[in-house]
């Protein structure tokens, strides 16, 4: 990203230069291209991102909004709170003998990636196929990966008409921007394709829904030097305005939208898929937290402590049983939840009952399932779980979709029905 975001001009010299000097200082001068995205101290020494780093790029025909997401297992969280913001997916493969075999290994990363994104609403998906380099350019090493992705994508629930490849050696900056670098010599020697930006440019552009409620799921909030607070989050649906009154919920708050930036530019007023920043007044920051959602006063998003949902069950070892704890993962939240009924196994093509109140969910299963958040344990006492601000997939898509994990595991996604209740 970093040596792409370069090459569209979104790096200056200046910067590239100082990134070149100081990961050299510290010996990690091969992740100088990294640190135009992976900005704190933390994953600049362990070379690995490890929260969403957002930046913008243009192509002739598409602005991009860019969520670089952590790689890595152990920051699964952000990612998903990255990937439930996202239109499209561009993944990264790494071609090396070995590690694309250990990337794609059951329990493999780019999987699991594969499969969140998908679940999360994304639809299109334009594989980069990197590190060229390092298999001598090698034809047959790139059309093995395509070949092996290619089923599972299908698998995954990626239509091939919407999934594209692309070879490229990213440091070199090869098969990004042109075909005319002098390190890509050997590639043009068995590739005439598009590049990566030629993919991004084509993708198709996704449908917003301005006149559907207001919802800013937040993602992140800071603490202004002024009054106030700002927030951070993409809009899924509707439209916000200067000067708006916002109900934060969970929660009796309401704020006054002071201001609005997209990309450090001001502007006065933000549609549905916009990533905005939202300076607050009326509101102490400590009332709103991550994963609060921001909605009109009088169009409250729904709060919810147990309801049902449709979910499909991944790949897994230990079945899923009646009460069993797990987390569940809705945009930038995670909160523990029991599975309080299985309700019904169906045929995910044609939705036929195959059981009612099975015993166990195991691999593969599409099925009903009634959730619960659990109460909380704080120092030895148990606080009731508040509602979290969660609609009907049949009312808002991207306010409805859930993920489940256990144990550091995604287990299953799926969306929320129809029947929310609160205590
Ligand atoms: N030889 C070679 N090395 C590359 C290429 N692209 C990336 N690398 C190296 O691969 C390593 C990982 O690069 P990152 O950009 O940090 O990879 P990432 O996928 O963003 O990793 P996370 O930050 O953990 O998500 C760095 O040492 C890069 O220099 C390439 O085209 N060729």
Redesign the pocket.
Known sequence: ???LLYELGRVDEKTRKANERASERIGKS?????WG??GTLE?RER???MDIALQTLETPHRQITVL?????RDFIPNMISGASQADCALL?V?S?TGEFESGFQRGGQTREHLLLVRSLGVTQVVVAV?????VEWSRDRYEAICTELRPFLVQSGFVPSKTSFVP?????G?NLTNHSEQAGAFLREWYSGPTLVDLLDKLDPPIRDISAPLRIPISNVFKRQSSGAAVSGRLCGGVVQVGETLRVLPGDETAIVKSIEINEAFVSWAASGSNVTLNLTNIDPVNIGIGSVLCPITDLVPLATSFTARIIVFDIQIPITAGASMELFHHSRDVPVTTAKLISIFDRGTGKLIKASPRVLTKGASAEVQITLRNLQVSGVSQVARGIPVEPFSINKDMGRILIRRGGETIAAGTSGPRLTRR
């Open positions: 990203m970093g040596r091969s992740f100088s291209w990294a995205l992976d994953e070379g690995i991102t670089d997401a952590p790689g890595h990264v790494d090396t990197n590190k060229l380099d390092q490229v050696a990213a440091m070199q090869v």
